[in-house]
């Protein structure tokens, strides 16, 4: 599969948004204005970025505690995830989100979850809306290595296989649950190989390879919208950060960090972009620059966005 020159920029500019997004959010979270804690997307970029390009913008996402980067990538505004984080009434929610619950219908983002495995259920039942709607949209759940564990996401597999629903299960094995590496928790190598007890096809690819992640995604789609059937992809990455913002990271070494910054998804696209004449540095320059420009005008909307309305606590709250 080709993939044209000015998508492969486009996916450069939207992972690098995700980088200086999240870079600033840690800069913002040092200096008080985030409450609470995040988790961080870093290094992971090319995963999301990769499948949401492959989507339409009504096709259903749902995400995880480590969302952000699904949410950008899905085509979230910048400057409302940034007043999100921030608590402001500005924010996509409102500021009663947080970090960690970001929806957007607009762009079909169903909503990052705090449960670890609760959104594959609802990316399910997205997908059967679509079947009964006819409407030929597709449901990505994204979820990580620990998630695979849950039950939840047993019973996702099953029906979704059952039904031959159009969902497409994104894992992003970052070979850790918090400070547990996945070999540690599970009795299998790859989470890839609990699609064969589902009937379900799968298949592993690197996930710090977005024209990889793209491909796959964008053929895994079209047999979910032919009606063949959801899919398991399993994307190997790595965070480079802690698994949240005050994580001291005594689980792994520095080493094992500093290899996989090698790998980092962004250095090598940029690599693959100037190695094939995609774009000079001086151009990628200029899209850096523009990038930086758009966090910083995103900050100051955020900085300067009202506080919600006492008053305002209760509504759109449900339990
Ligand atoms: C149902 C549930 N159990 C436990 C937790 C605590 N918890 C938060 S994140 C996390 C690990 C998740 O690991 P993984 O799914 O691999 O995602 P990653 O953090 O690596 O992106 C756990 C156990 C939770 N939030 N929800």
Not at 232 to 251: C, F, N, S, V, W
Not at 300 to 313: I, K, V
Request: aromatic share 8%.
């Amino acid at each position: 599969m080709e993939i044209n020159k000015d998508l492969i920029l486009q996916m450069y500019d939207r992972m690098m948004e995700i980088r200086k997004f999240e870079e600033r959010a840690m800069d913002l979270f040092t200096r008080d204005k985030i409450r609470g804690s995040m988790h961080l997307y870093i290094g992971e970029e090319a995963v999301a970025t990769g499948v949401c390009f492959a989507l339409n913008k009504d096709d259903y996402i749902v995400s995880t505690h480590r969302g952000h980067g699904h949410c950008l990538a899905k085509g979230a505004r910048i400057d409302l995830t940034m007043a999100e984080l921030l608590g402001k009434a500005t924010g996509y929610c409102k500021g009663k989100g947080g970090s960690m619950h970001i929806a957007d219908l607009e762009t079909g983002n169903l909503g990052a979850n705090g449960i670890v495995g609760g959104g594959l259920p609802i990316a399910v039942g997205a997908a059967l809306s679509a079947r009964l709607q006819k409407n030929n949209k597709v449901a990505v759940a994204f979820f990580g290595d620990g998630a695979s564990n849950q039950g939840t996401f047993h019973e996702s597999m099953n029906l979704a296989s059952a039904w031959k629903l159009p969902v497409l299960f994104v894992c992003e094995n970052n070979l850790y649950g918090i400070t547990v590496p996945f070999s540690e928790a599970s009795a299998i190598k790859d989470v890839a190989v609990r699609a064969r007890a589902y009937n379900m096809p799968s298949v592993i690819i690197d996930g710090n390879d977005v024209l990889e992640v793209y491909k796959t995604a964008k053929e895994a789609v079209e047999k979910l919208r032919k009606g063949e059937g959801p899919m398991l992809i399993e994307a190997k990455t790595y965070r480079h950060m802690g698994h949240y913002t005050g994580d001291p990271q005594i689980y792994r070494t520095k080493e094992e960090v500093e290899e996989w910054k090698k790998k980092d998804p962004i250095k090598r696209l940029r690599c693959y972009i100037l190695e094939n004449n995609i774009a000079t540095e001086e151009e990628l320059a200029v899209r850096e620059k523009r990038v930086d420009d758009v966090i910083d005008q995103a900050e100051q909307f955020a900085l300067n966005s009202p506080e919600p309305d006492a008053a305002d606590l209760l509504n759109d709250v449900f339990a």
